[in-house]
């Protein structure tokens, strides 16, 4: 429990600190923003700062600081170094700069930013890259509370899809309608409940004081996956740390705010306060694996991260617990889908400079989307490791887009004076590397033996690095040769 306590005050810390200094290098100023300027009543809409908050942290928090959480608590206190310094140094760096930038350039789409900094030909590969990830959270949100809905309604065949029905009817709607009509009034209310839940499950963890493992003990402990730490950790741990998806989430609020200067609770503190959530579960997990917390609960050290949410959420919280439970794998998914279809639409559009105001434009974009998202939903259901086979795919392809990210914040900074730009550059390569390797050694990708697949990671991030050297050097004699130019004058 000392590493929690320490891991909180850190992460804490970070947003005091650390998320100061970013503000301090991006320097928000008070310039007229996109929900004022392009404000339509549909997509650019000012809203109150506390409600973008909450609706951001629900957007970007989904299942993912929950599930994947348990999951990484598996590779034991490594888990806590990843969420600390992941969520600190680089997922909320990756947060801020894409909410950010997107208010710069007009309320842009992240393959739009993307294009601006790196170039069209990665502007094209980013188009359908994000629309491919988004698409699959789409397909798999659908299908996953609709089997737990199904399941409490009958268990039938036809209960479930009944609720794909129904669930995927929602997605349309909240992906059609203005955002202040579904997602701005009811999101934050289940952002609410998630954190009411984590605050409480953090109670009762500092009543019962568990004795688990340290992170000074990492050496004795025996991890209780066969996966190595690098670079699996740092795949299964992705929305409370660093997460690419949160990139096509944060130009959705950016079109909503009417002030710079609210960018860093916004962006960079909606990303701490996840990454304290993942702590939270992370500890909880070590506890359910290290300490005796699956027979407590009346459940095995076998259980998946549902059903350990549920388990100790109905055994710590009674039958409220049991309510945010199913909260938490039920209504957490299906935040992160509409949402996901909704980004899709408005990227789409940005990318074929379709005015989404008028109603047939909207459904113009939304109708093929949703067609393709119900192939993979037929898919997610015809195949019985559908669901496994696209989250797997998705939890590579997400971090691959944290990549493009921090590189066009790199790139952005790079191109003021000084070198603030170490505070996107750093993480670019690591996860330069985490993705390269990762993509390698699975299953899901090359099959190589691991040494090979790390060798290779590590020398993709050196090319990555003497590509932007180059190109920072290139720069820099473009412009000095403008600036003799310009004196010449």
Excluded at 100 to 109: K, N, P, T, V, Y
Excluded at 287 to 303: K, P, Q, R
């Amino acid at each position: 429990m000392i590493s929690f306590v320490i891991s909180l005050f850190l992460l804490v810390a970070g947003y005091v600190v650390y998320g100061r200094i970013v503000e301090r290098l991006f320097g928000p100023d008070d310039r007229v923003t996109p929900a004022v300027a392009k404000a339509d009543g549909v997509d650019f809409i000012v809203l109150p700062g506390w409600k973008i908050f909450m609706i951001q942290f629900l957007n970007i928090a989904g299942t993912g600081p929950i599930f994947g959480a348990i999951m990484g608590a598996k590779f034991g206190p490594a888990a806590y170094f990843w969420i600390v310094l992941g969520c600190i140094f680089a997922g909320a760096v990756h947060d801020y700069f894409s909410g950010m930038l997107s208010i710069r350039q007009d309320g842009a789409s992240m393959p739009e930013l993307v294009g601006h900094y790196l170039g069209k030909r990665a502007k094209t590969l980013l188009l359908v890259f994000s629309l491919v990830v988004l698409l699959m959270v789409g397909a798999v949100f659908v299908f996953s509370p609709a089997l737990i809905l199904g399941n409490m309604t009958g268990g039938t065949q036809t209960s479930i899809m009944l609720w794909v029905a129904v669930i995927f009817c929602y997605y349309g709607l909240a992906t059609m309608l203005p955002i202040d009509k579904i997602i701005g009034r009811i999101y934050p209310l289940f952002a609410f409940a998630l954190l009411f839940m984590a605050v409480a499950l953090m109670a009762v963890l500092f009543v019962k004081w568990p004795s688990l493992p340290e992170v000074w003990q990492m050496a004795e402990v025996k991890p209780l996956t066969a996966q190595p730490i690098f670079p699996c950790l740092f795949i299964t741990i992705a929305c409370g740390a660093v997460s690419g998806f949160h990139a096509t989430q944060s130009p959705l609020m950016a079109r909503c705010l009417d002030s710079e200067r609210k960018g860093r609770p916004i962006f960079y503190g909606a990303m701490i306060t996840e990454g304290i959530v993942a702590l939270i579960w992370a500890t909880v997990a070590s506890w359910f694996f290290y300490d005796g917390g699956a027979a407590e609960v009346g459940s095995t050290l076998e259980a998946q991260a549902p059903e350990v949410v549920t388990a100790v959420s109905k055994g710590w919280l009674g039958v409220f617990g049991g309510i945010l439970a199913m909260l938490g794998v039920v209504a957490a998914p299906i935040t992160s889908g509409d949402t996901a279809l909704r980004s899709a639409r408005l990227i789409l559009a940005d990318f074929c400079h379709l005015d989404q105001h008028p109603i047939r434009n909207r459904l113009l974009i939304s109708l093929p989307l949703f067609g393709i998202a119900a192939l993979l939903l037929w898919y997610n259901v015809a195949d019985k490791d559908g669901f496994n086979t696209i989250w797997s795919y998705f939890g590579w392809s997400n971090q691959t887009l944290s990549c493009f990210m921090l590189w066009t914040s790199t790139v952005y900074l790079a191109r003021r004076r000084g070198y603030s730009y170490l505070i996107a550059l750093l993480p670019a390569l690591f996860m330069t590397s985490v993705c390269t390797s990762f993509i390698c050694t699975s299953q899901i990708g090359f099959g190589l033996s691991l040494p090979l697949s790390v060798g290779i990671g590590i020398g993709m991030a050196v090319i990555a690095l003497c590509w932007f050297v180059l190109w920072k050097r290139r720069t820099e004699k473009v412009s000095e040769s403008r600036l003799r130019t310009d004196r010449n004058i």
